[in-house]
């Protein structure tokens, strides 16, 4: 009978096999063991970093114990501080929302921005509003601040910017707010008319159909209307005022609204 020819098994070796076992060499063994140590060592890493944040979260080291509060001098600085309302609070996680909330409703504040002082103090900053100028509405003045913001001040005297709102009856409280284009074009007014065409304003009043009309101390009014194209508003004033002669407009009006078709009356 012809020998068999071709791998010879060991029996106990192909029961394993049959029975599911894997068959590895060394190399294969040695590769499998680092990487199963591998895995271990990371699953410890993570579960110990896990435990470490766990702990840095709940220590006393880093819970709020002071509130510094700067940038104040209208509103008292124990106020803020009391709506800030924190301490205790872990510095990780500590949250501003309600606080934010409860600061920004003050009609003084303009900004606010919170800081945390690793390990224990958190730092607000605060901006106030100030008062620029004035809104006038039938007998009644009101301060507000160079964005038209109602302040809670008495109203300044001159030779702060006054702009009378003639045809209001709006009564205003802190806070409120007034025609924001309207002070925004009298603040820029207020710097380029005595700059650019060596005028000084006396009176500024605001309507809502014509927006803003201002009275300069050469004795005649120009309706400026609003902020757009001031720029070029200004510079038609000029060239009308050399062509016309500033002592020839006393009384007079001049219409810069409608761009390049000016109308002096």
Partial sequence: MASRTGPVFDPRVRRRAIQGDI????????RLARSR????????????A?????????????????VNVVGTVAIPPDEIAAMVDVDGESMIAVDFGEAREQIEANPLV?????????????EVTVVERVTWGSWIVGETTYAIDD?????????????????????????LSAGDHTDADAVLLARTLTEQVPARLGLNLTALEWQNASGLTLTNDAGYRVVIGDSENIDYKLAVWAQIEAEVGRENMAGRTLDLRFGDRPVLQ
């Fill in 147 to 171: 964005e038209g913001v109602v302040l809670p001040f008495a109203a300044p005297a001159a030779p702060a910017p006054a702009i009378r709102a003639t045809n209001s009856t709006a009564i």
């Fill in 23 to 30: 068959l590895l060499d060394d190399v294969a063994r040695k």
């Fill in 50 to 66: 896990l435990a470490a944040v766990v702990a840095v979260y709940f220590s006393p080291l880093l819970r709020v114990q002071n």
């Fill in 37 to 48: 140590m591998r895995r271990a060592l990371a699953v410890a890493a993570l579960i110990g």
């Fill in 110 to 122: 303009k900004g606010l921005g919170f800081e945390k002082h690793w390990p224990q103090t958190i």
